[in-house]
């Protein structure tokens, strides 16, 4: 389990929920770490098929200056777009093409 992190999940659907309404779920070191290692175990899985983060993290972003605001979207973006499978992913979208996924 995580400090800051649920984690659910219902048929190939994963739903990942910041949890740190102390903060209204800003981003700190640890959630960053917890949600580094989410993203690797989960791009390991062939099961899956999406990754859903939940409103919390739109609210947390929502709720903070623009400049903190700024550094969640970097963070929260370099947590799910440095896979192999996050290119093809987006590659077969724009090619209108089913993604050949490799759990990288």
């Given at each position: 389990t995580?400090?800051?992190?649920?984690?659910t999940r219902e048929g190939a659907i994963a739903q990942v929920r910041l949890d740190r309404p102390d903060a209204r779920n800003a981003l700190n070191a640890l959630?960053?770490?917890e949600l580094t290692e989410?993203?690797?175990?989960?791009?390991?899985?062939?099961?899956?098929?999406?990754v859903v983060l939940t409103k919390e993290a739109v609210n947390a972003q929502a709720n903070a200056n623009h400049y903190a605001s700024s550094f969640m979207d970097r963070d929260q973006y370099l947590v799910t777009t440095k896979t192999g499978d996050f290119r093809e992913g987006v590659g077969a979208f724009f090619e209108k093409r089913k993604?050949?996924?490799k759990g990288d």
């Open positions: 995580w400090t800051h992190v649920q984690v959630m960053m770490r989410i993203a690797r175990l989960m791009r390991r899985r062939s099961d899956l098929q999406a993604p050949d996924f």
